[in-house]
């Protein structure tokens, strides 16, 4: 037997996420034909959702997702850490290089999670909360393999910080999350066949426990 659903709530979840797709905006007739909802009932949901910040309007009467949609996704945030720490952990001990799990944030890179290996003399120090272009280093490169085929990790060197390199692989396949997972190391080089591998398999691991 099929559980019951609201269906209301299931109309606003999915104005929600139509939005979310729509960087450039909706009208309310568009959202209607989008949703193939009647513009009245589209309406008094648009009504309750900008009550609570989670859609707002412009000037021209174009919808988009507000911001009270930010103080929603905080919340997953230490769920993402305490997810992909054990994963991190393995991997910056196996490897002898820091890890770290870096999520998109508008058109900036954010380390969201960092394990640094407990047995080297040396590891590069890679602060939670450090934020840089999501177009550089390793974790930005590799968030941007998200929009593509084929590639399945990045590498770079000496792009935010001298003489340090990167690798870092995607994590695929979780709806709404743009992330990556890589370490970071002062070594004068990365072993890719021995680094690349441990590196993707931890983004596989990350995206199925959060799946």
Do not use: C
């Not at 230490?78 to 054990?86: G, S, V």
């Not at 994963?87 to 960092?114: F, K, N, P, Q």
């Not at 692989?169 to 979780?174: F, L």
Request: hydrophobic content about 45%; proline content about 3%.
């Amino acid at each position: 037997m099929a559980s019951e659903t609201s269906q209301t709530l299931d109309r606003g979840l999915r104005v929600l996420q139509v939005l979310a797709g729509s960087p450039e905006g909706l009208t309310i007739t568009e959202l209607s034909a989008r949703l193939e909802v009647n513009r009245t009932v589209v309406y008094r949901l648009i009504s309750t959702l900008e009550q609570h910040g989670l859609v707002r309007r412009d000037a021209r009467s174009r919808l988009f997702v507000g911001l009270g949609v930010l103080h929603l996704a905080s919340g997953v945030q230490p769920l993402l850490r305490d997810l992909a720490m054990p994963v991190l952990r393995r991997l910056a001990e196996s490897i002898g290089s820091t890890a770290h799990l870096t999520v998109a944030d508008g058109d900036e890179a954010l380390a969201l999670a960092v394990v640094e290996p407990t047995w080297t003399d040396f590891h590069v120090s890679y602060r939670v909360g450090a934020r840089h272009p999501v177009t550089q280093g390793a974790a930005g490169k590799a968030i941007g393999l998200l929009d593509g085929e084929g590639a399945a990790y990045a590498v770079t060197i000496g792009e935010l910080q001298s003489g340090a390199r990167g690798l870092a692989s995607p994590v695929r396949g979780v709806d709404g999350l743009r992330a990556s997972v890589g370490i970071v190391t002062l070594d004068e080089s990365i072993d890719e066949d021995v680094v690349a591998p441990q590196v993707i398999a931890a983004a596989r691991e990350v995206a199925e426990r959060l799946s």
